[in-house]
């Protein structure tokens, strides 16, 4: 039924979610160090300094689809981190304690690092289709 609405676009949605995902995450990092989108700036090296580089610079590389799998799986690691610091002490729900953005970040790129960059990427350009840096799961097929 699914194949019928999207008509085999399934590659072009994907391409799409990577790269909305990545730019999104970036603009987190931009606030964090520059003070820009409505956030504070603040110092480089601090553990929220950390994270706006891996938020800004992880969410560039996502989002052009350049060593996707690793670089994604670390974002999600960043996330699952911040989650259980930041938002677990609150509460136990998501919902209720501010955390479902880092939640749906967490198991967004920790998809994202299981499925590879997908064709629109430049890992697809640069290393092809058969060996572009997308790992095993790429190649696996799911009957």
Same mark, same amino acid.
């Given at each position: 039924? @699914?194949?019928?609405? /999207? *008509? %085999?676009?399934?590659?072009? +949605?994907?391409?799409?979610?990577?790269? =909305?995902?990545?730019?999104?995450?970036?603009?987190?990092?931009?606030?964090?160090?520059?003070?820009?989108?409505?956030?504070?700036?603040?110092?480089?090296?601090?553990?929220?300094?950390?994270?706006? @580089?891996?938020?800004? /610079? *992880? %969410?560039?590389?996502?989002? +052009?689809?350049?060593?996707?799998?690793? =670089?994604?799986?670390?974002?999600?690691?960043?996330?699952?981190?911040?989650?259980?610091?930041?938002?677990?002490?609150?509460?136990?729900?998501?919902?209720?304690?501010?955390?479902?953005?880092?939640?749906?970040?967490?198991?967004?790129?920790?998809?994202?690092?299981?499925?590879?960059?997908?064709?629109?990427?430049?890992?697809?350009?640069?290393?092809?289709?058969?060996?572009?840096?997308?790992?095993?799961?790429?190649?696996?097929?799911?009957?």
């Amino acid at each position: 039924m @699914v194949n019928l609405w /999207f *008509g %085999g676009q399934f590659d072009r +949605f994907y391409g799409a979610l990577r790269i =909305v995902g990545g730019l999104l995450f970036a603009c987190h990092g931009a606030q964090k160090l520059f003070g820009v989108l409505g956030g504070d700036g603040v110092t480089l090296v601090s553990r929220v300094g950390f994270a706006g @580089v891996v938020e800004l /610079f *992880g %969410g560039g590389l996502v989002a +052009f689809g350049i060593f996707t799998p690793y =670089v994604a799986f670390i974002m999600s690691g960043q996330m699952a981190f911040a989650y259980f610091l930041s938002h677990a002490p609150r509460g136990f729900w998501p919902i209720m304690n501010g955390g479902e953005l880092a939640v749906l970040y967490c198991f967004l790129f920790l998809y994202i690092a299981a499925k590879g960059a997908g064709p629109f990427s430049l890992d697809y350009v640069i290393w092809g289709a058969k060996d572009q840096v997308s790992g095993p799961a790429s190649t696996r097929k799911i009957s």
